[in-house]
């Protein structure tokens, strides 16, 4: 079987290649498989042809007795193109990219049902009450899961296909109601030792907060101490 490789790296290397490529012995063995034919596609053209219909650059080339192939790279993968040298008529098309060949898969397999989804969030997390689930369509295919845990509020994103956890978040979601005044106070006697003179909820930064006056006689000191309005954590403690 009489055949040609070219190998090229670069595309301004094809246009310098292809002439010398396609002249003298390459054209008169191209004659010789397919007669003196004057409708013969140049291989430059051929590229040309190939590049600006699939948006992609030509890597490798090979004449063989009744085909052109080529290697041809793209935004979403590698493909193998086998083209009539005459009609100019692709006759294959198939990826050889890894990415290329997972793309084919994914189309090829089936897409999960939102049941599929339900059971892998409970896998995942125990008692978990789903509020919103949505497929996300894309680069990459996606169910996007928000659930309700023990008081804390989730979020995963699932492979459509495959059905493996891209990512999973759990958040601790903050009390309705905030802590009382005597609980804050107790707090804050307990950070800066002596007696509340004053209390105040107020908001700072967007935060809601608990200021409160402590005055301590015996040592003749006094601080603000801020207090997490919610949490009860101790933000602050401003020495007078």
């Given at each position: ?69 080529m290697q041809l790279t793209a935004a979403d ?86 059905g493996d956890i891209e990512l999973f978040t ?71």
């Amino acid at each position: 079987m009489k055949s040609f490789t070219w190998t090229i790296k670069m595309k301004k290397q094809v246009k310098q290649a292809l002439p010398l490529l396609c002249g003298g012995a390459f054209l008169a063995g191209m004659y010789g498989l397919f007669g003196n034919d004057p409708e013969l596609l140049h291989a430059e053209e051929a590229v040309d042809m190939m590049e600006s219909r699939y948006k992609g650059e030509v890597t490798a080339f090979q004449a063989l007795e009744d085909t052109y192939t080529m290697q041809l790279t793209a935004a979403d993968g590698t493909y193998q193109i086998d083209l009539h040298p005459v009609t100019g008529e692709v006759l294959s098309f198939d990826p050889v990219s890894e990415q290329g060949l997972e793309q084919q898969e994914e189309e090829e397999s089936e897409k999960l049902e939102p049941a599929d989804v339900e059971a892998i969030v409970s896998e995942t997390a125990a008692g978990a009450v789903i509020t919103e689930m949505e497929l996300k369509e894309g680069e990459q295919n996606v169910y996007d899961v928000v659930f309700s845990q023990d008081g804390a509020t989730g979020r995963l994103e699932i492979d459509a296909y495959s059905g493996d956890i891209e990512l999973f978040t759990l958040e601790e979601t903050a009390p309705v109601d905030p802590i009382d005044r005597d609980k804050a106070a107790a707090l804050a006697v307990k950070a800066f030792e002596g007696e509340v003179d004053d209390i105040d909820l107020e908001e700072k930064n967007g935060r809601l907060v608990y200021e409160i006056e402590v005055e301590n006689e015996a040592a003749d000191r006094e601080a603000d101490v801020i207090i997490d309005a919610y949490s009860g954590e101790v933000l602050e403690i401003v020495h007078d």
